[in-house]
Each structure stands twice: as C-alpha cells, then as structure tokens.
T-cell receptor, first 114, second 113 residues
Framework: SQTIHQWPATLVQPVGSPLSLECTVEGTSNPNLYWYRQAAGRGLQLLFYSVGIGQISSEVPQNLSASRPQDRQFILSSKKLLLSDSGFYLC?????????????FGPGTRLTVL | GNSVTQMEGPVTLSEEAFLTINCTYTATGYPSLFWYVQYPGEGLQLLLKATKADDKGSNKGFEATYRKETTSFHLEKGSVQVSDSAVYFCALYSGAGSYQLTFGKGTKLSVIP
C-alpha cells in the first residue's frame, strides 16, 4: 500500500529565516505531487504541483519554491520566511493516469513564523 | 471558475443523531466530487468520492450522492458517533488541464455524548 510522509511535524521559525519541508511517498512510482497550504479561515490553497522529476508548476506567486529531486520526493523551500507564511502545509500525491483526480494527503507540517 | 460552497459550521450534534452537511458546486464539464475529513492536528483523509451523475459514494457509514440537476453532493450519516468529530471538506476536480482540487471552506462537526 502507498504511504506519504512529511517532516517535520511542527516548526517554529523566525521571520527572515530559511525553510525546508520534505515530503516522500512510498509504494508507488511516478506520482503527481502537490503542496497545499491551509491557513486559518482561508481553506486549502494549492501552491505547487509536479508531474515528474524537475517539473514544477506554481499556482500562486509567492516567496516559496518547490523542487522534486527524486521521483517520490517533494521539497518546499523559502529563502526568507514572512509572517504570512504561517500555516499548515500539506503534501499530497495522485497517480499519473486512470484516477489522477483522487489526491491522498500526508499528515501535514504546522509552521509558525514569529 | 470552479467553486464549492459548504454549509457554515460549527455543527454540534448528540451521539446517534442524523447528520447532513450540505455541499453545492459550480464547475465546467463533469467534475469528480469528494468528501475529505480532517481530524484535529492531522492531514486530510479521503472519506468518499463520486465520479459521475447519480453515483453514490459511501464509507464508514457516510454517504453522498452526486446530483447534477441540483449541483449538490450532500454528506449524510444516519447515526453519528463522538469519534466522527472532525472538519469535513467537500471538493471537486474538474480536469480540463488543471490538477487542482477546489475545496469548500470546511464544516466543523462536534458530536457530544
């Protein structure tokens, strides 16, 4: 069966510091990968998605970036965090075809920027 | 564009009560529809889905029917338990070159003994 991992689970960072959140998927090959942010009172917002190694699409312009160095690894980064980057970050995956509409989510990382 | 509207929460019910959480949508074409559940401090779990009109998704006693004529996908459960306390999200996937799930804002359910 497939599993998705995210770490760290919680993170407290000062404004202006860098960020690196990691997501890995097990039990499947060549998945589509997604980063979402869930901010208080604002629902879920898709930030980035990737259909393959090195292929990143951004949905919302911001000071965050994403990378996919390996097939089942997805990384969310920032060079300098803003207060507005606080939120709950969720990674998700889906198959490439025949059911790619269904996305499966990881446990999330709660980021607090002070 | 696509949108999902859920009933405002929070919803508080007594154990064994009947649950309905309303969800309506606006989308082009024929979207797939989903309900996700988020327990406190956790990620989202897929609860059920339906991919075409009149399909009924069901899981763990929850069910929802894809109603194209009313553009709705209401979530129901006949007898809720305390363990059902969570936030429920309705979502749609419209395809057409987009990989984005469009989510409602979520409905918080609290079930009291």
């Amino acid at each position: 069966s497939q599993t998705i991992h995210q770490w760290p689970a919680t993170l407290v960072q000062p404004v202006g510091s860098p960020l690196s959140l990691e997501c890995t998927v097990e039990g499947t090959s060549n998945p589509n990968l997604y980063w979402y942010r869930q901010a208080a009172g604002r629902g879920l917002q898709l930030l980035f998605y990737s259909v393959g190694i090195g292929q990143i699409s951004s949905e919302v312009p911001q000071n965050l970036s994403a990378s996919r160095p390996q097939d089942r690894q997805f990384i969310l980064s920032s060079k300098k965090l803003l207060l507005s980057d606080s939120g709950f970050y969720l990674c998700a995956w889906s198959v490439q075809a025949g059911g790619y509409d269904t996305q499966y989510f990881g446990p999330g990382t709660r980021l607090t920027v002070l | 564009g696509n949108s999902v509207t859920q009933m405002e929460g929070p919803v508080t019910l007594s154990e064994e009560a009947f649950l309905t959480i309303n969800c309506t949508y606006t989308a082009t074409g024929y979207p797939s529809l989903f309900w996700y559940v988020q327990y406190p401090g956790e990620g989202l779990q897929l609860l059920l889905k339906a991919t075409k009109a009149d399909d009924k998704g069901s899981n763990k006693g929850f069910e929802a029917t894809y109603r194209k004529e009313t553009t709705s996908f209401h979530l129901e459960k006949g007898s809720v338990q305390v363990s059902d306390s969570a936030v429920y999200f309705c979502a749609l996937y419209s395809g057409a070159g987009s990989y984005q799930l469009t989510f409602g804002k979520g409905t918080k359910l609290s079930v009291i003994p």
